[in-house]
């Protein structure tokens, strides 16, 4: 007795057929990359004693590092320049992944050669200006004095000072006073550059 299909499984089979050829792989999406320090958890403390110690920050395995905070495993080790550099840009003394202070000694100058340049600005250009233009008309002022023996009438033969000797004495006082302002001016960027040149020293937190 043979056996026969119906029309109605014949059209299924291969409708079945035409759906399996036709169907489109499901696209596959690129892996993102990130950082290494963003990858690794501050909780891991599986790295061995032979491993090599990376700078979470540059990420380069030379030099000497520190573990300055309680980030354990490779998220500790970091190079101390690149830490200092990063405290100093972002003004932040804690740890982000951590949370907890860094563990530093103190502050010390760096060494003269990794100085940076002084930056010689327009205002400061300015205040040397006016500091040269201000000392030239004191010392102008005191010539005309001395030439108009200021010091001899009035100190050793007592007569009384003229109305032109207290004008040429205001504007030695009103010179001097922008003088001083100039120069105070100038101390304070020097100390500002003076502490840009020094560097905070971070030691290890758990010895």
Known sequence: MSTSQSPLTAISSSSSLSLKSTQIP????????????????????????????????CQMHDGEMVRPCDCAGTMGDVHEECLTKWVNMSKKYNCEICKSAYSKSGEQFKPIHKWSRPQFDAR?????????????????????????????????????????????????????????????????????YLKRQRQIRFVNKHS
């Not at 596959?28 to 920050?57: E, G, Y």
């Not at 009438?153 to 109305?163: D, E, G, K, L, Y």
């Not at 006073?177 to 101390?187: E, L, Q, S």
């Open 26 to 57: 499901s696209p596959v999406l690129p892996k993102q990359h990130f950082p290494a320090w963003m990858l690794a958890s501050p909780s891991d403390s599986s790295t061995s004693p032979n491993s090599r110690r990376i700078c979470r920050i």
């Open 124 to 192: 400061l250009t300015t205040h040397l200006v006016l500091l040269t233009v201000f000392a030239l008309l004191i010392i102008y002022v005191i010539t005309v004095m001395l030439e108009r023996h200021f010091y001899e009438r009035v100190f050793r033969r007592s007569i009384p000072v003229r109305p032109d000797d207290t004008g040429r004495i205001s504007l030695i006082f009103i010179f001097s006073f922008a003088i001083v302002n100039n120069v105070y001016t100038m101390c304070i960027e020097a100390i500002h």
